[in-house]
Protein backbone atom coordinates (compact mmCIF):
# COMPACT_ATOMS: atom_id res chain seq x y z
CA UNK A 1 0.00 0.00 0.00
CA UNK A 2 2.37 2.04 0.90
CA UNK A 3 5.49 1.13 -1.18
CA UNK A 4 8.71 3.07 -1.24
CA UNK A 5 6.81 6.82 -0.64
CA UNK A 6 8.69 7.05 2.90
CA UNK A 7 12.09 5.86 1.55
CA UNK A 8 11.20 9.34 -1.04
CA UNK A 9 10.13 11.16 1.59
CA UNK A 10 13.42 10.21 3.57
CA UNK A 11 15.73 11.33 0.33
CA UNK A 12 13.45 14.50 0.39
CA UNK A 13 14.06 15.57 3.77
CA UNK A 14 17.90 14.77 3.59
CA UNK A 15 18.65 16.49 0.34
CA UNK A 16 16.21 19.72 1.30
CA UNK A 17 18.65 19.60 4.55
CA UNK A 18 21.93 19.05 2.84
CA UNK A 19 21.08 21.92 0.15
CA UNK A 20 20.13 24.09 2.88
CA UNK A 21 23.05 23.77 5.01
CA UNK A 22 25.22 24.33 1.33
CA UNK A 23 23.62 26.79 0.02
CA UNK A 24 22.26 29.66 2.32
CA UNK A 25 24.14 31.71 4.81
CA UNK A 26 21.76 32.88 7.53
CA UNK A 27 22.01 30.90 10.53
CA UNK A 28 18.49 30.29 11.59
CA UNK A 29 18.10 28.81 8.10
CA UNK A 30 21.31 26.65 8.88
CA UNK A 31 19.53 25.33 12.18
CA UNK A 32 16.62 24.51 9.88
CA UNK A 33 18.59 22.05 7.55
CA UNK A 34 19.91 19.91 10.23
CA UNK A 35 16.65 19.51 11.86
CA UNK A 36 15.55 18.52 8.23
CA UNK A 37 18.04 15.98 8.01
CA UNK A 38 17.58 15.12 11.55
CA UNK A 39 13.32 14.37 10.72
CA UNK A 40 14.69 12.26 7.58
CA UNK A 41 16.93 10.18 9.61
CA UNK A 42 13.98 9.31 12.25
CA UNK A 43 11.48 9.08 9.30
CA UNK A 44 14.36 5.93 7.77
CA UNK A 45 14.49 4.64 10.70
CA UNK A 46 11.01 4.31 11.76
CA UNK A 47 10.67 3.07 8.05
CA UNK A 48 12.80 0.44 8.64
CA UNK A 49 11.15 -1.06 11.72
CA UNK A 50 7.78 -1.54 9.80
CA UNK A 51 6.44 -4.55 8.96
CA UNK A 52 3.24 -5.05 6.77
CA UNK A 53 0.41 -6.62 8.68
CA UNK A 54 2.55 -6.36 11.81
CA UNK A 55 1.38 -6.30 15.24
CA UNK A 56 2.79 -3.75 17.94
CA UNK A 57 5.21 -5.22 20.23
CA UNK A 58 3.47 -4.21 23.26
CA UNK A 59 0.23 -6.16 22.65
CA UNK A 60 0.72 -9.27 24.55
CA UNK A 61 -2.09 -11.66 23.30
CA UNK A 62 -0.70 -11.51 20.07
CA UNK A 63 -1.78 -15.02 18.28
CA UNK A 64 0.79 -17.25 17.39
CA UNK A 65 2.81 -17.02 14.61
CA UNK A 66 1.80 -13.29 13.68
CA UNK A 67 4.27 -11.00 12.41
CA UNK A 68 5.45 -8.65 15.10
CA UNK A 69 6.76 -4.80 14.06
CA UNK A 70 10.48 -4.23 15.34
CA UNK A 71 10.77 -2.45 18.50
CA UNK A 72 14.55 -1.69 18.41
CA UNK A 73 13.80 1.20 15.33
CA UNK A 74 11.09 2.75 17.58
CA UNK A 75 13.36 3.43 20.53
CA UNK A 76 16.54 4.37 18.67
CA UNK A 77 13.93 7.01 17.38
CA UNK A 78 12.17 8.40 20.18
CA UNK A 79 15.92 8.65 21.49
CA UNK A 80 17.08 10.45 18.75
CA UNK A 81 14.21 12.63 18.90
CA UNK A 82 15.17 13.86 22.41
CA UNK A 83 18.87 14.56 21.24
CA UNK A 84 18.13 16.30 18.51
CA UNK A 85 15.67 18.55 20.33
CA UNK A 86 18.69 19.54 22.64
CA UNK A 87 20.86 20.16 20.06
CA UNK A 88 18.71 22.44 18.19
CA UNK A 89 17.94 24.06 21.21
CA UNK A 90 21.95 24.45 21.74
CA UNK A 91 22.36 25.79 18.65
CA UNK A 92 19.56 28.13 18.63
CA UNK A 93 21.30 29.48 21.39
CA UNK A 94 24.47 29.93 20.39
CA UNK A 95 22.54 31.02 17.04
CA UNK A 96 21.13 34.51 19.67
CA UNK A 97 24.68 34.76 20.94
CA UNK A 98 26.47 35.36 17.97
CA UNK A 99 23.61 38.27 17.17
CA UNK A 100 23.88 39.70 20.54
CA UNK A 101 27.86 40.56 20.12
CA UNK A 102 27.65 40.72 16.42
CA UNK A 103 24.24 42.26 14.80
CA UNK A 104 23.93 39.90 12.13
CA UNK A 105 22.94 36.06 11.38
CA UNK A 106 25.30 36.51 8.53
CA UNK A 107 27.74 33.12 8.28
CA UNK A 108 29.92 35.52 6.19
CA UNK A 109 30.73 38.28 8.45
CA UNK A 110 31.09 36.56 11.84
CA UNK A 111 34.33 34.86 10.93
CA UNK A 112 36.50 37.15 12.63
CA UNK A 113 38.70 34.26 14.15
CA UNK A 114 40.76 33.55 11.42
CA UNK A 115 44.44 32.77 12.51
Not at 30 to 46: K, Q, Y
Request: charged share 10%; aromatic share 6%; proline share 6%.
Amino acid sequence: MIGNLPFVACMILVALGLWTLLAKRNLIKLVIGMSLIESGVNLFLVTLGYVRGGIPPIYTFAPEGAPMVLPTPQALTLTSIVIAVATTALMLAFVVVIYRHKGTLDARKIRDLRG
